[in-house]
């Protein structure tokens, strides 16, 4: 079935905020993590795939194209099986409870999908971002998040505001904070990470309620860990303990 | 001072592999990273430079250039302050005892750099590679690792040889594995990570003597974890249970 001018262009469309924010639509690509997108819930407008496919939902428009086609549409340089465009889902209610992450203007999308990626892993349903965060659905951090992205409700938000108002205790890391491996992490908190150059705003780590700080080796040269590799190593802290809690 | 043709030629060459070999030199970006790699005693071969600089050292061909010409030289899209040409350090012998990471293929560049970030962070002084594994010196790696690479030896061998010879015992993370938390972990070992899609190979795996697995929230959806987040997660488990001999 030949894919269309028009289709090309929206699909390209969709690589830009603007476009997918007007549409309110945004492109998932691989089978594996479509799955995710449709058992998580979110309405699959239309898929383009090299191959059958069990499991799309009645009513969905499928096109089966080859893989000449499937290159022009893609944003990967090794294109998958197949690209399904996705309705956005409705913004979930801000949370209050439960480990959430905060991200201060997170601006690099393999960082932020690689965040979401690490976050469903250890359990974080939630993550509120600043406004100035790089876009959830753009296509390089969909792709990082390898599916996770359906399984992870993510709020753009004025992020000051959000952590005036919580309940929630502010755990934030800090070069002069408490060592964490000796710290009390509680099973609600919000864990706040700042930008990948200029860490935490001073004006949004003020607000942090407990300062903490990882380790760091003898000897060792690197001032920072990478910001995906700071948030793995603080939930899974905070999870190891929650774990502990049932196993021990 | 101009720079000339051969010049910006001979740059732009050592972004590839075989002219990296060739020449015996490789680039790195930003003075703060170049300070890190003549402090760690790399032989500083030639600098360009957008500003007068301190501690360089004698003998070297310090070139002051404008902006615009550092923009012909350099491999990033937003230039530093500074670039610089290093000769390659002979390789330091294979390990036998402290933390150790062996890597099996690993192919992003940015993940190799974050894990030896991450590496030296968390005391790690030695990672051996897969002869397939992505060149340390790749202008891509050089530049995630912020100037860790001048602090840790890097290797390429033939692994399956060198878990053979080794008497250090070999973890894994295998999703069939040892919950880490409830592990013992001591301080002499090699902690193995796989290829970001593959894994660990079969052969290489058989070599393993500890299996363990890095525990998973029930209700995730992600398979696994970014080969560099699950590093980074295996390190601190390690780096904590020797942190805290040391403190509690």
């Not at 969709?14 to 549409?23: A, I, S, T």
């Not at 710290?183 to 700042?194: C, E, F, K, N, R």
């Not at 910001?227 to 049932?246: G, K």
Request: with cysteine; net charge positive.
């Amino acid at each position: 079935m030949p894919v269309t001018k028009s289709e090309i262009k929206f699909i390209r469309q969709l690589q830009q905020k603007k476009y997918r924010k007007q549409h309110h639509a945004f492109v998932v690509e691989g089978w594996k993590s479509i799955r995710d997108f449709i058992k998580a819930g979110y309405n699959l407008q239309k898929i383009y795939t090299i191959r059958e496919l069990e499991g799309i939902p009645v009513n969905v428009t499928i096109k089966i194209i080859n893989r000449n086609q499937l290159k022009q549409l893609s944003f990967l340089q090794h294109p998958k099986d197949a690209l399904a465009v996705f309705e956005m889902k409705q913004t979930a209610p801000l949370p209050d409870s439960g480990l959430i992450l905060a991200l201060d203007d997170l601006q690099d999308p393999g960082n932020l999908g690689t965040i979401i990626r690490t976050a469903d892993w250890f359990g974080v349903r939630h993550i509120v971002c600043s406004e100035n965060t790089v876009d959830c659905y753009n296509p390089k951090v969909v792709q990082a998040t390898m599916g996770a992205l359906a399984n992870v409700a993510v709020n753009y938000t004025d992020l000051a505001g959000f952590l005036q108002k919580t309940k929630c205790p502010v755990f934030g890391t800090f070069l002069s904070g408490d060592n964490i491996y000796q710290s009390t992490l509680p099973q609600d908190a919000i864990i706040l990470i700042g930008n990948e150059g200029n860490g935490i705003k001073p004006e949004i780590g003020k607000l942090t309620t407990h300062r903490i700080h990882i380790p760091q080796a003898s000897g060792a040269i690197a001032e920072s860990l990478n910001a995906s590799i700071a948030t793995a190593v603080v939930l899974n802290e905070f999870y190891r303990r929650f774990n502990n809690l049932h196993h021990d």
